[in-house]
């Protein structure tokens, strides 16, 4: 079965530090999304994308944050300047439509700022 | 603006029974999915089960089935007889109700713990 594939698993960085996160949506899915956890919190959206371009965007996506879909098949999440409040899981999903069909989410990315 | 509550912070089942994780929502769409996702220790988000405003049948997935109330606005989740591996945490979540928008708002989270 198709699954969203993220690296790294976990990514540990210097405090003010750039990280790009990395996500390989299911091929057929039109609609990508990343979100993030704080450990112990519940998850949190921060941004969809559709056909190139952000299509929402959340209170948190503020433009410390930048996404891309640099090829056919990769979808980035970018961090600039890092923060230690950055530090948590960062789960992407991907959806086949805009319908009530179910998001499927990689396995997330555990990022600590140090 | 919608919201999604979950009331019981950690649940206790015994091996074997069922059990009942609470959820109940606010939107002001008419239109809505529903979603339940189990995240073990190991961090994944595994979808178990989608609900459909418009559904007229509660949702079911092999063990797992939704208790949808629409007049209650609340979706529970059943887990029939309850294996040690269902111990997780649960997260109920909607989708977003501004056209759109498709992103999910998840709840606080169940965390479920089966005993042997």
């Known amino acids: 079965e198709p699954e969203v594939t993220q690296t790294p698993s976990h990514q540990v960085t210097q405090m003010g530090q750039e990280v790009i996160l990395r996500c390989v949506p299911i091929?057929?899915?039109?609609?990508f999304y990343w979100y993030r956890q704080i450990l112990g919190q519940k998850v949190e959206f921060l941004v969809s994308?559709?056909?190139?371009?952000?299509?929402?965007k959340s209170e948190i996506f503020d433009d410390q944050f930048s996404v891309e879909r640099p090829d056919g098949s990769n979808f980035t999440l970018k961090i600039r300047s890092t923060k230690l409040e950055d530090s948590a899981m960062y789960f992407c999903?991907?959806?086949?439509?805009?319908?009530?069909?179910?998001?499927?989410f990689g396995d997330g990315t555990r990022l600590s700022i140090l | 603006a919608q919201k999604i509550t979950q009331t019981q912070p950690g649940m206790f089942v015994q091996e074997k029974e069922a059990v009942t994780l609470d959820c109940t929502y606010d939107?002001?769409?008419?239109?809505?999915?529903l979603f339940w996702y189990k995240q073990p220790s190991s961090g994944e988000m595994i979808f178990l089960i989608y609900?459909?405003?418009?559904?007229?049948q509660n949702a079911t997935e092999g063990r797992y089935s939704l208790n949808f109330q629409k007049a209650r606005k609340s979706a529970n989740l059943v887990i029939s007889a309850s294996q040690l591996g269902d111990s997780a945490m649960y997260f109920c979540?909607?989708?977003?109700?501004?056209?759109?928008?498709?992103?999910?708002?998840f709840g606080t989270g169940t965390r479920l713990t089966v005993i042997p």
């Open positions: 999903a991907s959806g086949r439509d805009s319908s009530n069909q179910p998001q499927h």
């Open positions: 091929s057929n899915h039109l609609y």
């Open positions: 994308f559709y056909n190139n371009e952000i299509s929402e």
């Open positions: 939107t002001s769409d008419p239109s809505y999915g």
């Open positions: 609900q459909g405003s418009y559904d007229q």
């Open positions: 979540a909607m989708r977003g109700d501004q056209t759109g928008a498709n992103n999910l708002f």
